[in-house]
């Protein structure tokens, strides 16, 4: 049974720092592309950033970009999310999700897309 396990959430000032986990099992993590995405209240969800595992390839929406990094350890089948100054834009639950697929696709897919495999998700609140 495949499994995603989110972690490291919590509540930050603004310009505050967290660092998200998302570990694995029941998959061949090589064979994965494992994206961040985020859905906040009366918002659609919003792909973040991704890290194709085999390459360690990574990708970042421009609201990340500059403030979070994505990054991986296989040997834990874990991928993390950096995220630093953080702004109240940013409170969001935040899922990880992967596919046999390309992050190139994976950042590109609507928000109704279905993933197959993502977990149950941690919230981040950033206070002003």
């Known amino acids: 049974e495949v499994q995603l396990v989110e972690s490291g959430g919590g509540l930050v000032q603004a310009g505050g720092s967290l660092r998200l986990s998302c570990a694995a099992s029941?998959?061949?993590?090589?064979?994965?592309?494992i994206l961040w995405f985020r859905q906040a209240p009366g918002k659609e969800r919003e792909g973040v950033s991704c890290?194709?595992?085999?390459?360690?390839?990574?990708y970042y929406k421009d609201s990340a970009r500059g403030r979070f990094t994505i990054s991986s350890d296989n040997a834990k089948n874990t991928v993390y999310l950096q995220m630093n100054n953080l702004k109240p834009e940013d409170t969001a639950v935040y899922y990880c999700a992967a596919e046999r697929s390309s992050c190139y696709r994976m950042l590109g897919l609507p928000a109704s897309h279905t993933y197959d495999y993502w977990g149950q998700g941690t919230q981040v609140t950033v206070s002003s």
């Open positions: 890290i194709t595992i085999s390459s360690d390839s990574t």
């Open positions: 029941g998959l061949t993590f090589d064979d994965y592309s």
